[in-house]
């Protein structure tokens, strides 16, 4: 009977334990799966971090580069507006030492129609240059018909021989720079007689003067 129930008891107590035991492996690889993945985690932050700091680098060395572009640019740009008419200035140079000669000739020879000769010449030269290399040519107003868009009149005289606005006198001369008018020629318009206002007996023109043309077309433009 005592054999029994010792029997029985250490049934009981293997039980126990073998229980405890089944208990206590899940918990233990429970545990070593959660430290694993908090060592991955830890490692994917730390990689991250990595990351972040070299995208941070990254920019601030684009940026730095983007400055510096900048200012060179900015240099440039200065260079350029600064000796942008280099070209020009040179071709003018070259015209200033014609004059000195003209002047120095002038003053040893004393002779005006050849310092005039060499003046007109000079002048020649000059212009041909700017409208050969630069596009800057003169304009040919006297005999023209009068053109608000290039000329602007600053005088009238009536006349029989025009039956339209003609440039009678070209006062200063204009210039147009390729395709652009750089500078109005001032100019002396004949009109017809009738437009002027006719002689007794004839019923004036409504065609309106080359100076309210003008300023029509001024107003027109505004």
Do not use: C, W
Not at 56 to 66: E, V
Not at 154 to 164: F, L, P, Q, R, Y
Request: net charge negative; glycine share 4%; hydrophobic share 30%.
């Amino acid at each position: 009977m005592k054999n029994t129930e010792s029997n029985a008891a250490e049934e009981i107590v293997r039980s126990v334990e073998q229980e405890e035991a089944v208990d206590t492996v899940p918990e233990s690889h429970e545990q070593q799966a959660e430290e694993v993945d908090i060592q991955y985690l830890h490692a994917q932050i730390e990689a991250l971090k990595s990351e972040n700091t070299e995208l941070k680098n990254d920019i601030l060395r684009k940026q730095a580069d983007f400055e510096n572009f900048r200012k060179r640019m900015q240099r440039e740009k200065q260079e350029s507006i600064k000796y942008a008419n280099s070209n020009l200035l040179q071709d003018i140079i070259t015209i200033i030492d014609d004059f000195e000669r003209a002047i120095r000739s002038s003053e040893e020879s004393k002779d005006f129609d050849s310092f005039h000769s060499g003046i007109k010449m000079i002048e020649h030269q000059f212009v041909g240059m700017l409208e050969r290399k630069y596009g800057l040519k003169r304009m040919e107003a006297v005999g023209k018909e009068f053109d608000p868009q290039k000329h602007e009149a600053i005088g009238m005289e009536e006349s029989a021989d025009v039956t339209t606005q003609v440039v009678l006198e070209d006062y200063q001369k204009g210039y147009v720079l390729n395709d652009r008018v750089l500078r109005h020629a001032k100019v002396k318009v004949a009109v017809p007689a009738s437009t002027a206002g006719g002689g007794e007996g004839e019923e004036g023109s409504d065609e309106d003067s080359p100076q309210e043309k003008t300023d029509t077309e001024n107003a027109d433009n505004a």
